[in-house]
């Protein structure tokens, strides 16, 4: 039997009916306007899901209530007692490797500088192994501080929370195969419950701890758009898309993204906070043990919460090692010194002035931690003014 042009004809455009409707079949597929976000959370399974990052959050914990002890001008901590809080945790596990050295360095400076029963001598330092600068007059507890007026509980704990918790995400992220599961980890290690509290009532399960809680600090709940808020969003994008299925793959790697940026920002952020706390407090025409520690604890905290970051792999954050570097050599804190900074500089006589600009380079913005943090994450004046304040407190959220 012949075939006949027409047949050929006919059947070629059946063909390509068939093609094409195959092709209709697979761009039918939803596209991100069909991803339905919810407003909460979904939390089942949560628990069994987020017992890793439980762990490293009790851990952290468990280290820095033992480092505090030695707030207590009397109290001795023994480097073997804060090594047994570290050493061999997933803590450490999950800590970048140059982090776990700075860490063993930092506890080796603090046990030292305990349990010395009379105030630091600041005013000479640095001098002796440091010791506590109590917050009251005739007091017996304040912060504790190397010989150099660096207070290494701050080195420690919050330099963890880039170098150990943030480092931890990322590598979750990383490793691939996402799950609802991961996001729920995410969640945890990051510091906030599926609740997202925003606040600090120890009354509320979903109260935030760790990098959520100055998330918290750093947000006016006015502002949608607060970094707290953000990175909520963030999360319960992540959660919907990875429910939804691989064709929201993308929405749900853009939602990782952002979390990650966002959640670098709030530790930023929180750096210029402290950084102005400082400088309040520098500025301040009579200085007396109470505002000397207040300023060289918030000095402290910014010096901690930079050098984190050092630990996590450049391709995981914004800010690079270059930038790491000059940041904390303007706070005369070099990430491999961590025994030998200059920090009791700040406190000098004769170049405490001279000091100031390294934190506010308001005269100079090539030179302050405050106006460079924010070139680089391109925080605009209003929210560098607003990150000063404390939102938890002003909107009564203790």
């Not at 068939?18 to 959370?41: F, G, H, M, N, W």
């Not at 207590?72 to 804060?82: E, K, R």
């Not at 917050?135 to 704990?157: A, K, R, S």
Request: neutral net charge; hydrophobic residues 40%.
């Amino acid at each position: 039997m012949k075939i006949s042009f027409y047949n050929y004809a006919f059947l070629a455009i059946a063909l390509v009916f068939v093609a094409s409707c195959k092709e209709d079949d697979r761009v039918t597929t939803p596209l991100s306007s069909d991803l339905q976000i919810p407003a909460i959370y979904d939390s089942t399974g949560y628990e069994a899901n987020v017992v890793t990052e439980s762990q490293v959050r009790s851990e952290l914990a468990a280290l820095t209530r033992r480092m505090q002890v030695g707030r207590h001008m009397d109290s001795t901590v023994t480097l073997a007692a804060l090594q047994a809080l570290y050493n061999g945790t997933t803590l450490r596990a999950v800590t970048g490797a140059s982090y776990q050295a700075k860490v063993d360095t930092a506890l080796r400076e603090l046990a030292r500088a305990t349990g010395k029963g009379v105030r630091y001598a600041w005013e000479n330092a640095p001098n002796g192994d440091g010791g506590v600068i109590p917050t009251t007059v005739g007091g017996n507890t304040g912060y504790l501080y190397d010989e150099n007026v660096l207070e290494m509980e701050q080195v420690v704990e919050k330099g963890l929370f880039a170098a150990a918790m943030y480092n931890h995400a990322v590598s979750l992220i990383s490793a691939g195969n996402i799950t609802e599961a991961t996001i729920d980890r995410l969640v945890e290690i990051y510091g906030a419950k599926p609740g997202f509290g925003n606040n600090e009532r120890n009354s509320d399960p979903n109260r935030d701890r760790f990098s959520a809680q100055y998330a918290a600090r750093r947000s006016d709940t006015a502002n949608a758009n607060s970094l707290y808020a953000q990175i909520k969003r963030n999360l319960l994008t992540a959660k919907a898309a990875v429910k939804a299925g691989s064709a929201f793959n993308r929405q749900r790697d853009q939602a990782l993204a952002d979390f990650k940026l966002n959640w670098e920002k709030v530790l930023a952020a929180t750096v210029i906070n402290y950084c102005h706390s400082a400088l309040d407090g520098l500025r301040a025409p009579n200085r007396d043990d109470g505002i000397v520690t207040s300023v060289m604890h918030a000095y402290s905290e910014a010096v901690g919460f930079l050098s984190g970051w050092k630990a996590v792999p450049p391709s995981q954050r914004r800010i690079t090692d270059a930038q790491i570097d000059e940041l904390l050599e303007l706070l005369r804190a070099p990430y491999d010194q961590t025994a030998n900074a200059q920090s009791y500089l700040f406190l000098s006589q004769n170049s405490a002035t001279a000091q100031l600009f390294r934190l506010d380079g308001r005269n100079d913005p090539n030179t302050g931690v405050i106006e460079r943090l924010a070139q680089i994450y391109g925080f605009s004046n209003q929210e560098v003014e607003d990150f000063r304040k404390n939102w938890v407190v002003l909107q009564n959220r203790r």
